[in-house]
């Protein structure tokens, strides 16, 4: 007997099992990932990790696209930034897919998770050495560089944070390494969907890892690296330096209730 193929309705909500919290994933990134995914979830040989594969193949020669010249990259043109920033963000959509089909079919794995979350720090790593060195070419000021390094510092230090309140809070659920926090995305009907997207425009200000791909290319297109770098500067760093410490004190507090 042959199992029946799921209906595109089937197939929707099954990729919509899970609700992000940053701007560009809301708005761009995961609506194009399951557009992408729903022709291809049913095709055995399109695998997560070969998504993950794929789409840092796709991030690191968009990376070597925008290696400045003036250092032995390619010689700028329009073709070479918007081809670096199509492959970027197609990459960054890869990116969202991988995860997305592994929860469709229920073939999460902990070499899957190690292998996209450690990949998306280097990654993030590779991008703002580039970025930064563009910035630093652009203007003569070495600080760019400095910023690149403290973002990229911070946002690991983020996500370690992060996932250790994730082990506390599964561990106490018995969830058995899940992300207690991760919930399927909702159903809405059309107000709904007008009032979660407006409520999510506050996140437009807050440039996490997976808010880069957008504002990266929108700053490599416009020629505004060093305008990015300041705004990493004097709001995405400080804010990413408060959301490590209220998570440092949710633990506490975790730590506290348990002894």
């Not at 997305?100 to 703002?128: E, H, Q």
């Not at 652009?138 to 996932?163: I, Q």
Request: charged share 20%.
């Amino acid at each position: 007997m042959t199992s029946r193929t799921p209906s595109f309705k089937e197939r929707l909500a099954r990729l919509r099992q899970k609700q992000e919290t940053s701007f560009t994933p809301i708005f761009f990134h995961r609506p194009a990932a399951i557009l992408v995914l729903l022709p291809l979830v049913e095709i055995q040989a399109v695998t997560p990790n070969r998504l993950t594969t794929v789409s840092i193949l796709l991030r690191l020669a968009a990376a070597a696209l925008l290696w400045p010249a003036e250092w032995g990259g390619l010689a700028e043109s329009g073709l070479v930034l918007w081809s670096a920033a199509i492959l970027w963000n197609f990459g960054g959509i890869l990116d969202a897919a991988d995860g997305a089909l592994a929860r469709y079919r229920g073939t999460s794995s902990a070499f899957g998770r190690f292998y996209d979350k450690v990949s998306d720090r280097l990654i993030t790593l590779v991008f703002m050495v580039v970025l930064s060195a563009r910035a630093m070419l652009e203007t003569g000021d070495v600080r760019y560089v400095f910023v690149a390094f403290v973002y990229v510092a911070l946002m690991s230090a983020s996500s370690v944070a992060k996932w250790v309140e994730v082990g506390i809070v599964a561990e106490a659920q018995g969830a058995k390494g899940a992300d207690p926090a991760e919930r399927p995305a909702e159903a809405r009907s059309a107000g709904e969907w007008a009032v979660y997207l407006l409520w999510s425009l506050r996140t437009l200000f807050v440039v996490t890892e997976m808010d880069l791909p957008l504002w990266g290319s929108i700053a490599v297109l416009f020629d505004l690296e060093h305008w990015l770098f300041v705004y990493l500067a004097v709001f995405a760093l400080p804010y990413t330096l408060g959301a490590i410490g209220v998570r440092a004190v949710r633990i506490y507090r975790m730590d506290s209730q348990a002894a």
